[in-house]
């Protein structure tokens, strides 16, 4: 799409003033009024589901089992997040050209086959490290294309009015998911042994496949193959939209900063709960497990918390508010109350993300025409998870030269400046959905 960071977005914004307030979305979202979305959330839900278990297992498994070093747990983490870094790009190219509902049945078919690999080596008696480290890469792989389908069909499901309560769906969904698959896997753990809990995964990424099948969408095919544009020219186009939208570029930076400050503290989260802190398997499924339910507030929360205060306000408050809910974290101590202190503001902070994300999203993709939306959505996760791997070398190194608190207070710090960015660029002061209000940003920022 030849100057494609040059055009207004071919879709409708939602109008604003008096006419906005007639045309606002009902309070009450209705799945049945949209069976493929209601499809599409159910599959997805699903497929974290077993993938939140998977987050709990694997370092578990590593730990617990496999007695991993701090290195081997920080090279588990670059494994599965390398692949973003070098396919990101290219499946927001592919995804833009392609139908998306096969990309999002096939690669959870591969995942399903490749997380299955883990209980059954365990079965042969051939279980090590390499066997998790080709699991993670390939699972990290396929991950990549899949989500990369998986934002970027969202636009087609819904439309663009209902966009903010679709994205706040999905969140509290993802959540939800995310809360019921610590607990399973921290369950499963607790009483059967981690190897075992990968066959939930396995399960899910199944179902989730199956659910796929049952989307319906506008175009269903590729369309002509003269029409595609050649890979390198068209994800040069998702990069060039970002860095020449100013308000798309402001938000892209400030969650690579995110991904980078998170990324320092979430390689060894796991590892310092279950060793520093002694919580055990149970303990850490419930800090995981109560943390998720804010995620499931904070994105209920999103669209009405925009719509009162402003989707600027309400990310700068977000992103402010996620770094200072960490500290306590690293402050802890072994034992049940610190548990219960950290399971609070882990809740608490999981809600402001929550409540961050999906509206950042919403903003993104209000301002995205539909043929660039994988595109842009693939340009921030190269930003913001490629850079996951080289903040997870980084871990292991200060780990290494000083300590793993050394590590997770590093990235408390870089949380900070986030919401330093966004008042720098008066992003912060968006005060309302895209597209009325973004001349005005633009020409502030």
Known sequence: MPDSHELIPAKSGPPYGDEAASSRPPALFSLRAHPSFSAYLTGEAASLLGTSAHTVALPALAVLVLHASPGQVATLAVLSQAPAFVLALPAGAYVDQHA?????????????????????????????????????????????????????????????PLLHEANSRVGSAFSLADTLGAYAGAGVVAALGAVRAFWLDALSYAFSAWSATRIRLAEDHAGPAQERARLGPAMWAGLVFVARTPVVRTLVLGLSLTGVGATLIEVYRTYYLLTVLDAGPLGLGIVMGVSGVGGVIGA???????????????????????????????????????????????????????CAGTTQRSVRQQLTPSGLQGRAQQTSTWLVSGTRPFASAGAGVLAGVSSVPTAMWAGTAILCLPPLLLLVTQVGRLTAMPLATVSNIEEAA
């Open 100 to 160: 998306k509902r096969p990309v999002l049945i096939g690669t959870d078919l591969v995942a399903a086959v490749a997380v299955a690999a883990i209980p059954l080596a365990a079965l042969g008696g051939w279980l090590s490290f390499p066997v998790l480290y080709v699991v993670a890469l390939i699972v990290g792989s396929v991950t990549v294309l899949h989500l990369a389908a998986a934002i970027a069909v969202v636009p087609e499901l819904v439309p663009a």
């Open 300 to 354: 209920l929360k999103a669209p009405q918390l925009a719509r009162r205060y402003g989707p600027g306000p309400l990310m700068l408050a977000a992103f402010g508010l996620y770094p200072v809910l960490g500290i306590p974290l690293l402050l802890a101590r072994p034992g049940p109350g610190w548990l219960a202190v950290l399971a609070f503001t882990g809740a608490v902070q999981t809600a402001a993300a929550t």
